[in-house]
């Protein structure tokens, strides 16, 4: 069938529930656009998962800080278009930031402070607050069985894995696999902000996460010491300003001193003007 294009909030929700009059289950994944090959991976599941496959673009001005880049971000649409419907998605949904966030709009969803105030949240505030808004609404608009997430972005998947278990949603979230480049970087639709120069040195962040696995794995259970092991990859470029590099319980966030099980190690660095995030579990 044919992949369909819908802009309106009674549209799609006329369309899943004919799909699920069908018989399907309905797969949602959110995304800002600009998709790439993480994107695709993240169709192709709930695809593969056999669903009713809703992908939606909406660049959520509600996660954005003032001095971030809300204006910039990249909204390549007919591309989106050809690489949702190359990767088995039934509709694509596209809704006006007026519909979303009409005028009078004022109720927001908070994760709990201890996952939203640190690591991201806390070089970027009130950006979860628009994340869970935004996730809540798309899941009511779209009433997904099934949501996909990108492991890419740890601390998001943990607040929407929250907000779910929290708010008893009726859906189940699915972690997958982030997806790289040759090189070991991590997709993102903010790469495509980096110098050539920069890109050259980017995939160092990814080693330096791999280096202070391969410690962690090799038996050193001290934090701090598989901290250094990052730290000292990273630190070999003075271009990278680290913005946090923590390992933290998987679940929680929390920091660690000692490795347990489910221990993940989470980085954020600034490179230019570009933010790049990315994490590795320890064994
Ligand atoms: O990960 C993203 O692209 C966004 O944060 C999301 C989940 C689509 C919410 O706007």
Same mark, same amino acid.
């Given at each position: &069938? =044919?992949? =369909? ?26 995304? &800002? ?24 673009? *909406? ?24 690489? !949702? &419907? ?8 596209? +809704? !006006? ?7 009078? *709009? $004022? ?17 970027? +505030?009130?950006? *979860? ?14 009433? +997904? ?20 278990? $929290?708010?008893?949603? /009726? ?16 997709? @993102? @639709? ?5 110098? /050539? ?9 990814? =080693? ?9 794995? @090799?038996?050193?259970?001290?934090? @701090? ?15 990278? =300003? ?25 980085? !954020? ?15």
């Amino acid at each position: &069938m =044919q992949m =369909q294009r819908i802009e309106g909030i009674a549209d799609v929700l006329r369309a899943v529930k004919a799909a699920r009059r069908g018989g399907r289950r309905i797969g949602l994944v959110p995304t &800002m656009g600009a998709l790439h090959r993480g994107h695709a991976a993240l169709i192709e599941r709930a695809a593969g998962d056999g669903c009713f496959t809703v992908v939606s673009i *909406f660049v959520n001005p509600a996660q954005f800080g003032p001095n971030e880049d809300l204006a910039r971000y990249p909204r390549p649409l007919e591309n989106d278009l050809k690489v !949702a &419907m190359a990767a088995g998605a039934d509709a694509v949904f596209t +809704p !006006a930031a007026s519909e979303v966030y009409p005028p009078g *709009f $004022d109720t927001w969803v908070e994760v709990g402070g201890g996952l939203t105030d640190r690591l991201c949240g806390a070089s970027r +505030p009130g950006h *979860f607050r628009g994340v869970a808004t935004i996730v809540l609404k798309l899941f009511n608009m779209t009433e +997904p069985d099934r949501a996909y997430f990108g492991e890419k972005d740890y601390q998001q998947l943990q607040v929407v894995r929250r907000l779910a278990r $929290d708010l008893d949603l /009726p859906l189940e979230v699915v972690p997958v696999p982030t997806v790289r480049e040759d090189d070991g970087l991590a997709m @993102s @639709s903010r790469n495509k902000y980096l110098s /050539p120069e920069e890109r050259v040195v980017a995939p160092r962040l990814y =080693q330096a996460l791999k280096t202070a696995a391969e410690a962690a794995a @090799s038996g050193e259970r001290r934090a @701090s010491e598989i901290l250094r092991r990052g730290v000292e990859i990273i630190e070999t470029q003075p271009a990278f =300003q680290i913005d946090y590099l923590e390992i933290v319980d998987g679940e929680g966030l929390q920091p660690l001193n000692e490795l347990k099980p489910g221990a993940v190690m989470l980085a !954020a660095v600034r490179l230019g003007n570009t933010r790049l995030i990315d994490n590795i579990r320890l064994t």
